[in-house]
C-alpha cells in the first residue's frame, strides 16, 4: 500500500512516522514494525516472502568473496531480524546465532528459519548481555548499525570484540559520512539514519581493541536499488590482533 503512494504523500507519511514514532524505545518500535509488517520493515524492495529470503544471498555472496563462510566458523549476526541471513550462509558453517532487540522478530525468525544449527536470542539492544565470551569466528551486521544511537553502536563493537575468537573476524555495514549527509537524529531515536567518517570508524574499533583489515564498497554484486549497493554505504573487515 505504502508503495502505491503518490511520492508527495509518501514523503509526508515518512515524515510523520518520523516525528510520532521517534520517541519510542528501539525494542517497542521494532516490535510494532514486525507485526505490521516484518519483512517490509527489514527490505523495502523484496515483494514477497521468497525474494525476501532470496535476497539474503548477496551479503552471503560477499562473505564468501572475502573467504569467511567456513564449515567450522561459528557465526553471530547483530540484527537478524526474522533470520534472512541465518537462512542464507547456514549450510556453509558450523553454526549461526542471530540476536535482535526486538522480541517479536525472533519469535518470527525461529518459525521461518528452522535449522539445527540456527539459534535466535533477543539481546537488549545495546550490548551483546547473555552471549559467551570467546565462542564465534564471525561475527556480522548488515543495514543495521546505522539505525542505532552511537552510544549503543560504540558498546556493540566493544561487545564483539569480547564474543569473537583470538582468531575471529567482523564484518559490518555502516553509512558513510558525506557533504549533505551529516544531519542526525536525536540520540534515542529508534530508526534515524546515522552517519560515520572512516576515521570515525576506525577509532571505534581501536577502542574496541579490533585491528581495521579494510573497508570496501559491494562492487562485486549485480547492481541493484537496495542499500547494500549503494555507494554511500561502506563495509568494514576486522579481527582481533594476534598476540
Known amino acids: 500500500m505504502f508503495g502505491a503512494t503518490p ?11 518520523y516525528r510520532l514514532m521517534g520517541k519510542m524505545s528501539s525494542a517497542t518500535y521494532w516490535n510494532i514494525a514486525a507485526k505490521i509488517s516484518a519483512q517490509a520493515a527489514i ?12 535476497s539474503g544471498q548477496r551479503e552471503a555472496n560477499l562473505l564468501r568473496s572475502k573467504g569467511l563462510l567456513r564449515p567450522d566458523v561459528r557465526v553471530i549476526n547483530i540484527g ?13 558453517v558450523a553454526s549461526v546465532t542471530g540476536v535482535d532487540v526486538s522480541s517479536h522478530m525472533i519469535k518470527l525468525a525461529r518459525k521461518k528459519v528452522r535449522f539445527a544449527n540456527v539459534t535466535f536470542r533477543t539481546v537488549d539492544g ?10 564465534y569466528d564471525l561475527c556480522v551486521s548488515f543495514m543495521v548499525l546505522q539505525h542505532i544511537p552511537r552510544s549503543a553502536t560504540a558498546n556493540y563493537i566493544l561487545e564483539v570484540s ?17 557533504p549533505g549527509r551529516n544531519s542526525e537524529p536525536s540520540e534515542d531515536h529508534p530508526f534515524g539514519l546515522r552517519y560515520y567518517s572512516r576515521q570515525e570508524v576506525r577509532d571505534l574499533l581501536e577502542r574496541s581493541g579490533l585491528e581495521l583489515l579494510g573497508n570496501f564498497d559491494d562492487r562485486g554484486q549485480e547492481p541493484t536499488s537496495t542499500m ?9 573487515l576486522a579481527r582481533r590482533p594476534t598476540k
Open 7 to 17: 511520492p508527495a504523500a509518501r514523503e509526508g507519511l515518512r515524515r510523520l512516522k
Open 43 to 54: 527490505c523495502t524492495d523484496c515483494v514477497n516472502e521468497k525474494d525476501f529470503f532470496a
Open 80 to 92: 537478524c531480524g526474522i533470520g534472512r541471513i541465518e537462512n542464507a550462509i547456514r549450510a556453509e
Open 126 to 135: 545495546i550490548s551483546l548481555r547473555g552471549i559467551e565470551s570467546e565462542q
Open 162 to 178: 569480547r564474543v569473537l575468537t583470538p582468531i575471529g573476524r567482523c564484518l559490518f555495514q555502516i553509512p558513510k559520512r558525506t
Open 228 to 236: 547494500l549497493d549503494d555507494p554511500s554505504f561502506e563495509f568494514y
